[in-house]
């Protein structure tokens, strides 16, 4: 059975840091591609990024120079580095595994399959 569970959420200040880790278990982590979402209140889940090997990583431009997803194969875990956080930035971050394995570059919702249950960022100016 897959379980993704999301931790490091937080409230902090305009240009602080915050990172994310999925903890995930019940399948081959290291075959598969992993990826970060975000919902904020009264819009839809958008996709942050996602990363299948070690160099195959996808972001969203408004995230570009300032998140990093990270994964390590040996904990099963996916972390998102989230530097120089903005207030449009405030919303509940999930985990997501994929379908199959490969990792869509445009970060699509129905691409992947399972999800964590998320994590609270809140970014004040």
């Known amino acids: 059975q897959v379980h993704l569970v999301e931790s490091g959420g937080g409230s902090v200040q305009a240009g602080g840091s915050l990172r994310l880790s999925c903890a995930t278990s019940g399948f081959r982590f290291s075959w598969k591609c992993m990826g970060w979402f975000r919902q904020a209140p009264g819009k839809e889940r958008e996709g942050v990024a996602s990363?299948?090997?070690?160099?195959?990583?996808y972001y969203a431009d408004f995230v570009k120079g300032r998140f990093t997803i990270s994964r390590d194969n040996t904990q099963n875990t996916v972390y998102l580095q989230m530097n120089n956080l903005k207030p449009e930035d405030t919303g509940m971050y999930y985990c997501a595994l994929a379908h199959g394995n490969w990792c869509d570059p445009q970060l699509r919702e129905l691409n992947f399959r399972y999800w964590g249950q998320g994590t609270q960022v809140t970014v004040s100016s």
């Open positions: 990363i299948y090997t070690g160099t195959s990583t």
